[in-house]
């Protein structure tokens, strides 16, 4: 299996081994009409912890058992606009947010893999509370300005009563995160858990300024999303691939052992740090073992989107515009229908 080759600065696309389970069974067995093609589309190249199931999907086999032959497409920030546009021209089964169809992208979420957040605000050691962050930089990966990174960093900046005009922003890709925080190029960045456990072992003064589940508590993390178009041209491969996606999601909290090989080779992180992170995600139920979705917390997102302006309100959709739960209840029940996991619901 080949680790995600970067083309182009916005996205690359990875074409990974075969799964285990091969095209000719599947086509003999269980596919009569032969696999079905779906591109899927991954947040950060190369990953993180986060953002692996559909790359343990692709690994173990779950795409070919449900009669798909999955391409893995990564992107620079799951809010670029590269991502946002492959998602809306229904080349790509992505992330899209709220945001995205406020804007006019005709698409639905489909599955909440992630919904609650993993990420920590980690800063260097002469940063002590959020109104030390005025005049320093901060990164803005994956996008700039209106990206996660850049969001993110905007919630801590607001408990100081901060702007983002109040300090500098950098631009980068997000592999450039952890590097630029233990160089001192970067004074505070978002990390995910395996990034924090590697910057505190290279730099013991890093810390955290902010858990951002306990800042933004119903925000989620990350929903797939389809082109409306997709969606009803070709449902039932819509339906597949958020199949395999559920059944890896599953994988990952049951068979730590399993998965634990191929998430670090595809996130490129030392094996301590991805079961590091692999008990942290599972442990706050941060990956979704059934559809994800909470009405309640869509719309709360949608709300705190509003309020910072980054939905206009005479644009502002319905739960029923950003949501479709119907590909998510299909899959489900292709999977033996809904179940808990170590106390995780969603």
């Known amino acids: ?68 032959d999955a391409k893995i497409v990564a992107f620079e920030g799951a809010g670029s606009a590269t991502a946002t546009v492959a998602v809306a021209q229904g080349k790509v089964i992505g992330t899209i947010s709220d945001v995205a169809i406020a804007q006019g992208v005709k698409a639905h979420q489909i599955f909440m893999y992630a919904p609650r957040l993993p990420q920590l605000y980690a800063v260097s050691g002469q940063i002590k509370t959020p109104a030390d962050l005025k005049g320093k930089r901060l990164s803005a990966a994956g996008g700039g300005v209106g990206s996660f990174n850049w969001r993110m960093a905007r919630a801590v900046l607001t408990e100081a009563g901060l702007k983002p005009e109040d300090v500098q922003f950098i631009s980068q890709g997000t592999a450039g995160r952890l590097p630029g925080l233990l160089t001192g190029q970067l004074d505070g960045v978002v ?56 059944e890896a999601n599953r994988t990952i909290y049951r068979d730590k052992a399993r998965v ?25 139920c941060i990956w979704a073992v059934n559809s994800g979705f909470a009405p309640e917390r869509t719309t709360w997102t949608l709300a705190y989107n509003l309020e ?38 969603l």
Do not use: W
């Not at 080759?5 to 069974?25: I, K, N, T």
């Not at 690994?59 to 009669?67: V, Y």
């Open 308 to 345: 910072n302006g980054d939905i206009q309100k005479d644009k502002a959709p319905t739960y029923a515009q950003i949501v479709d739960e119907t590909i998510a209840a299909e899959a489900i029940a292709k999977v033996g229908g809904a179940v808990e996991i170590g106390g995780c619901r």
């Open 191 to 246: 990390l995910h858990p395996e990034d924090f456990f590697i910057a505190q072992r290279q730099r013991p003064d890093v810390h955290v300024l902010s858990v951002l589940a306990e800042k933004l508590p119903h925000m989620p993390s990350g929903a797939y999303g389809a082109a409306d178009t997709l969606i009803g041209r070709d449902r039932i491969t819509v339906v597949a691939v958020v199949a395999a996606m559920v």
């Open 260 to 284: 634990l090989p191929i998430i670090a080779k595809m996130t490129e992180k030392p094996l301590d740090a991805v079961e590091y992170a692999l008990d942290v995600l599972t442990k706050n």
């Open 1 to 68: 299996m080949s680790v995600p080759m970067r083309a182009g600065a916005a996205a690359a696309l990875v074409l990974l081994a075969l799964p285990l389970v091969s095209a000719s069974r599947a086509q003999d067995v269980a596919c009569p009409g032969g696999l079905r093609e779906a591109a899927v589309g991954v947040a950060v190249v190369p990953p993180n912890v986060l953002h692996t199931p559909a790359y343990v999907a692709k690994e173990l086999g779950l795409f070919a058992r449900h009669c798909i």
